[in-house]
């Protein structure tokens, strides 16, 4: 199909996606990336940012590489695309090492049009011989403001995305994404080196959205202004907190209080407990989700009725992408900031901690420096312990990301630890010492036995994916028998380091003569409390809201939205 061909055969693409319409920006996009040069697109969150890559990856051959930073992102819009006969595909963590390895080979024979990978996945080698066996048309970078250090969510490996795109020949690319300021849009564009691209901005507004903002004096004083907001209300809705702690509070004192069915959503969740409430509250089965900002990032549900900010974050670019996921199908909903002045004081813990100081990251490096182990395998709350500067195990990990942008170490996966297990060759089998209704337990120790064979009394390193797929029960269950078998006084099991571990390319590099710019960094520092003020001021004016969001934009043409707290008269 030539390209002509495939412009005028847009609607019937359109229509493969269920859609008879284009909204807002859509086919400009669309067109543009048909004819093969290309764009940053900025889109309101709702606003189909996703069908201006899925559309072009329908109508041309070759293969698109989508970029996106959730696992849940991109099983939504695989899973949908499927649904459509849409030769789509993923490849994360999710997946067993054998599933990711037939994907890899699916990848090169050319089997799908469209990829959907996490930024990390393209350092792995195996993954980059895998696209460069197969033609691709189209890189797409989701959320690319995750690109700028000047943005609200700077990902070092967003940063390398550049050179990426380099080694692929700099192929043609979209870069996407609803929050990104005129300095911000400027780097992403020079990081990627798309000198030549063209900026589709279609407008900030959100003429559905009414913006408000209550003066708290104390946590008690929200407390009260949620239940007031939430009391007979039967619409679903985010509520949006600062720490995991606060999360779990408030999703006991909703329950039990207001009898609300509501859910908690933080990192410090298991994957399958984070995937579950997910689940829940796309079915309907919660009506509220409390969440730090780990939930939201392309989630489909289009019918929030109110984003509701308990703590307010840090920027307001932030503010602007988590209240935008309210009323994505159009109609009126509410986005409300509770705020008061300890909301500052936490903002600020936040930036110190990922912004650490030069002695800090001299610290940092000089202990790890002389560990001789390669690799280290200390988490930050370790290497904490061991330094002479006082720190917070946050800190030293915004350190060790800084300190591994200078090329001199490098932080390996998590999925590369491997469990250690030794069994002594007092006895042929450790099967006799169990109960007889212990079945799985037994099940499990012939197994590790079986992947043992005759290296009794020494260290034997498995991976625990490949263990839990022998065993066909998932990693939970089987680390509950395997810490049972640990009470025989034969078998030893130490399970994986958990942490990242450091890896040192060289370690004949003094600090002083890293690569580290710390003039930009204190630049960045100060960014980040000018970030902040800005976000406070959003709290405390008087003037319209939404038209202050969009001057930070850039907009110079908005004007009052008629509906928000201010324009009503009202007083927070």
């Given at each position: ?99 990711q390895s037939e994907r890899l080979d699916q990848v090169a024979s050319g089997k799908f049009s469209m990829v959907y990978v996490a930024p990390e996945r393209l350092r792995n080698p195996r993954f980059l011989d895998a696209i460069r066996a197969t033609p691709v048309q189209l890189l797409a970078i989701d959320e690319a403001h995750c690109i700028s250090e000047w943005g609200h969510d700077f990902r070092p490996d967003y940063h390398r995305l550049g050179k990426f795109r380099e080694a692929l020949g700099n192929v043609q690319t979209i870069a996407l994404t609803a929050t990104a300021t005129p300095r911000v849009r400027t780097d992403i564009l020079d990081s990627l080196q798309l000198q030549t691209a ?375």
């Open positions: 199909m030539t390209v002509s061909e495939s412009a005028l055969d847009l609607s019937a693409a359109l229509a493969k996606f269920g859609l008879q319409t284009f909204r807002r920006g859509q086919k400009e996009v669309i067109e543009h990336i048909i004819s093969g040069k290309d764009c940053l697109c900025v889109m309101p969150t709702g606003g189909g940012k996703s069908l201006c890559y899925q559309l072009p990856s329908l109508v041309r051959p070759g293969m698109t590489i989508v970029v996106s930073p959730l696992i849940a992102l991109m099983k939504d819009q695989v899973d949908g695309l499927e649904r459509r006969g849409i030769s789509a595909t993923l490849i994360n963590s999710s997946l067993s090492l054998q599933e063209r900026t589709f901005i279609t407008g900030f507004a959100r003429d559905n959205l009414y913006f408000g903002s209550a003066f708290c004096m104390s946590d008690r004083d929200k407390d009260k202004h949620l239940s007031d907001f939430l009391t007979g209300r039967d619409e679903s809705g985010i509520i949006y907190v600062a720490t995991r702690k606060r999360c779990e509070a408030l999703v006991e004192q909703l329950g039990k209080e207001l009898k609300l069915a509501v859910g908690a959503y933080h990192a410090g969740l298991l994957p399958e407990q984070r995937k579950l409430v997910q689940e829940k509250f796309m079915a309907g089965e919660l009506k509220a989700i409390v969440a730090t900002n780990a939930f939201g990032m392309g989630i489909d549900k289009s019918d929030l009725r109110y984003v509701i900010h308990y703590n307010m974050p840090g920027t307001l670019e932030a503010y602007y992408q988590e209240a935008g996921r309210a009323g994505r199908d159009g109609l009126l909903s509410q986005c409300v900031l509770l705020f008061s002045p300890q909301d500052r004081y936490i903002q600020e813990f936040f930036i110190e901690n990922a912004n650490p100081s030069k002695e800090l990251l001299r610290g940092v490096y000089n202990f790890l420096a002389s560990c001789p182990e390669d690799p280290i395998e200390l988490t930050a709350e370790e290497i904490k312990e061991q330094i002479p500067q006082s720190a917070t195990s946050e800190a030293v990990n915004s350190a060790l990301q800084i300190i591994s942008r200078t090329g001199v170490l490098e932080r390996l996966e998590v999925a590369s630890g491997l469990a250690m297990f030794r069994l002594t060759n007092r006895m042929s089998t450790f099967v006799d010492l169990l109960p007889r209704d212990a079945t799985q337990r037994r099940h499990v120790l012939r197994t590790v036995e079986k992947a043992i064979g005759d290296r009794r009394d020494e260290a034997v390193y498995i991976h625990p994916r490949w263990l839990s797929e022998q065993l066909g029960m998932d990693r939970e269950q089987m680390v509950r028998h395997l810490r049972e078998l640990c009470k025989l006084e034969d078998f030893e099991y130490v399970p994986p380091f958990r942490g990242r571990a450091i890896h040192f390319r060289r370690k004949d590099v003094h600090f002083d003569d890293l690569k580290i710019d710390h003039a930009t960094l204190d630049a960045r520092r100060k960014a980040d409390y000018e970030k902040l003020d800005q976000m406070v001021g959003y709290a405390r004016t008087k003037a319209c809201r939404q038209k202050t969001i969009l001057l930070y934009f850039g907009d110079t043409t908005a004007s009052d939205c008629k509906i928000c707290d201010r324009c009503q008269g009202r007083s927070g």
